[in-house]
């Protein structure tokens, strides 16, 4: 148990040999689970439950805080499993425990902890809680990175629990930003941490900085990772996150083309399709792909931050083939809804890649541009022409 202002503590628990977190995400550091307890002169709060796996070792430091006595609250600000696993078992400790979190939360919540008489108390934004002399606000901060995130505010002592929020997946066993040894490692695991949970929501994200610069918190507690505060790291982190989530707002539009070519055909329209999208957007990032000797996690990182793209593909054995099924697997299936897409490809016999491709990212919600664009064999010059005009034809509808 370490302090981390008068009357709070945190009750954290430290994970420093994790490779994987939510089996993609690699994370070299390690991570912190961490939790939080506040003392009012009247009742008590555990902020943040913890992880199902480490539920024993985590109650017993709750235990331990509580210095036999009980819980009055348990502050759920998000329930992806790291966070809601051991509501459970804490609910199961201290029956008379009242859970607050968001509605969207009180929803996972049953279904987390398959009890049918569980009924947490559902907080609003701005609804408060009096610990006697310690208040906690409620602020919701939906998609940060789940629609049921919501901050946590200790009025008195100007400590913000922003849950996932400036997280980072870094271990540090002394708790706080200015114990920090390996600074460069820490910048480097805060920034993948971005891309990997915050990346997806940049307007949510700046919804959660104007929260933040109306409270003006001299703490931010988060749920991984170090206590960041006003006198080290705090104002830095905050605006990286201002900085990243805005920074594409003002750059040229980015459409990369993707494509796999059996025999130079599909390849052919792609050079005559960029040369028409550059045509009409002169400003434009336009860059072509030739996936079969690509890193496709690469390419996935292209395509994911895309204003638009294009995709063209043969038609092998009546679909397209395997390495542009692999790129569409890696699609942000978050932010594709309403993504420009056009799709282009030679064909042999029937040409099925085109509309199996359409039908896989119309099922993603993506706006995928009509007609395709599909020449038999090998094109001959008036088919690059026309090639030519359908870039132009895509590029305008942007």
């Given at each position: ?11 954290s628990?430290?994970?420093p ?6 089996v ?5 550091y390690?991570t912190s689970y ?17 992880h199902e796996?480490?539920a ?21 600000n ?7 696993g051991a509501?459970?078992?804490c609910?199961?400790?201290y ?17 987390i902890t ?11 934004d701005g ?6 002399g310690?208040?906690?606000e409620?602020?919701?901060?939906p998609f940060l990175h789940?629609?049921d995130?919501m901050f ?6 100007k400590?913000?629990?922003t ?9 540090e066993?002394?708790?706080f930003?200015y114990s920090?040894v390996?600074?460069?490692?820490f ?12 990346y997806?929501?940049p307007?949510?994200?700046q919804?959660?900085?104007?929260i933040?610069d ?6 931010v507690a988060?749920s991984?990772g170090p206590i ?7 104002d830095r982190c ?5 900085k990243?989530s805005t ?7 980015k ?6 070519s059996a025999?130079?055909?599909t390849?052919k ?6 040369k028409?999208v ?6 434009a990032?336009v860059?072509?792909f030739d996936l079969?000797?690509?890193?496709i ?7 994911n931050?895309?204003?638009a793209?294009?995709l063209?593909s ?6 397209a083939?395997?390495?542009?099924w692999?790129l569409?697997a890696e699609?942000?299936a978050i932010?594709i809804a309403?993504r ?6 030679s064909?042999g016999w029937?040409?099925?890649a085109?509309p199996h ?5 119309q099922?993603?919600?993506a ?8 020449v ?8 690059l ?5 359908f870039g132009k ?5 942007l």
């Open positions: 148990m370490k302090k981390v202002a008068n009357g709070v503590y945190s009750v628990i430290y994970n040999n994790m490779r994987s977190f939510d993609e995400l690699h994370t070299e390690g961490n939790s939080y307890v506040v003392y009012g002169s009247l009742k008590t709060a555990v902020i943040e439950a913890n796996t480490f024993e070792e985590w109650l017993a430091q709750v235990e331990a805080a509580m210095d036999g006595r009980e819980p009055d609250y348990l502050v759920v998000h329930t992806e499993p790291d966070h809601s509501v459970a078992a609910c199961k400790l029956p008379n425990i009242t859970v607050l979190c968001s509605s969207s939360a009180a929803i996972m919540l049953k279904n398959n009890d049918p008489d569980f009924k947490p108390q559902v907080v609003k609804d408060s809680v009096d610990l006697g310690m208040t906690l409620f602020y919701g901060a789940w629609p995130t946590t505010w200790l009025l008195e002592r400590v913000a629990f849950c996932d929020f400036l997280g980072s997946h870094f271990c066993p002394l708790m930003d920090i390996y600074r460069r490692e910048s480097a695991a805060f920034k993948e941490y971005y891309d990997a949970i915050m997806p929501f307007s949510w994200v919804n959660g900085l104007k933040l109306a409270l003006k918190p001299e703490i988060t991984h960041l505060t006003k006198d080290c790291v705090l905050i605006e990286f996150y201002r990243w920074e594409n707002e003002a750059a040229p539009k459409i990369p083309i993707f494509y796999c025999y130079k055909n390849e329209l792609a050079l005559s399709i960029a028409g550059r045509k009409t957007l002169p400003f990032k860059s072509t079969v000797n690509a890193d996690e690469q390419m996935a990182d292209v395509m931050e895309s204003d793209f294009l063209g043969p038609t092998i054995n009546k679909t083939l395997p390495t542009v692999n569409v699609i942000d932010n309403k420009p897409v056009a799709l282009f490809g064909y029937s040409g099925e085109l491709l359409a039908a896989r990212l099922s993603l919600k706006k995928v541009f009509e007609p395709q664009f599909k038999q064999l090998v094109p001959t010059n008036d088919d022409a026309a090639a030519e005009e034809a895509f590029a305008e509808s």
